[in-house]
């Protein structure tokens, strides 16, 4: 069940959060990784995210360590697949059934590869070019919609990362570098998107 975090409004809940590890000046610790990388699949558990799409330096090796155990939490784990793959856009890694948590583990450089990947799947079944709509790309690519895109270290720049899906994203930026995260940090970043008036690509008409 979701629970309020400090500092969050108790509004709407983004369904899926992309958290790109930027502003490292220095290599980080494995325990530091390890400790990060809990906290924010622990929070986003509690708070009732359903999706958690996490790109940083490592892949989320220690998260893959914890396959079963998180598994057995049902958290499952997910990763996005080199260049070469064709099908799915995400593998299991540990399956499980009616999973509370989804959480996926992305490389650096992934976005592109991802949607040149759906487009090849695509074209391997046979679709015919009047055929493709964004729906069908959308299922190809076999992830939902990013609702909050958070960027740590400052760092303003728009990953490579689910780039179909972070279109219509509220984009948080946080000053702190990876892994300097914590529970309160991942509750700022929800509950400015919960501030946020969201549009989804549209404009807000003048009055």
């Known amino acids: 069940m979701a629970r309020t975090l400090s500092g969050t409004r108790g509004g709407p809940v983004p369904a899926h959060v992309a958290w790109v590890a930027g502003g490292t000046e220095r290599a980080a610790s494995a325990d530091q ?3 990060a990388l809990g906290v924010l699949v622990e929070t986003a558990q509690r ?8 790109q940083e330096p490592s892949g989320g090796s220690a998260l893959k360590r914890r396959a079963r155990e998180l598994a057995s939490r049902r958290i499952a784990l997910a990763f996005v697949p080199g260049a070469n793959h064709r099908g799915p856009a995400a593998r299991d890694l540990a399956l499980v059934e009616s999973p509370i948590l989804r959480v996926l583990l992305a490389e650096g450089r992934t976005g592109r590869r991802e949607l040149v990947a759906a487009v090849q799947a695509l074209a391997d079944r046979g679709v015919p070019p009047k055929d493709v709509t964004e729906a069908v790309i959308a299922e190809a690519l076999g992830l939902p919609d990013v609702d909050l895109l958070v960027l740590t270290g400052g760092d303003r720049r728009v990953p490579d990362l689910l780039v179909w899906q972070v279109a219509y994203s509220e984009i948080v930026v946080l000053d702190e570098p990876w892994p300097e995260v ?3 940090l991942v509750g700022a970043a929800v509950a400015e998107y919960q501030r946020r008036d969201r549009r989804y690509g549209g404009l807000v008409a003048s009055r």
Not at 47 to 54: A, D, N, R, S, V
């Open 33 to 35: 990784v390890e400790h």
């Open 47 to 54: 708070l009732g995210i359903g999706w958690l799409t996490i």
């Open 182 to 184: 914590s529970a309160e």
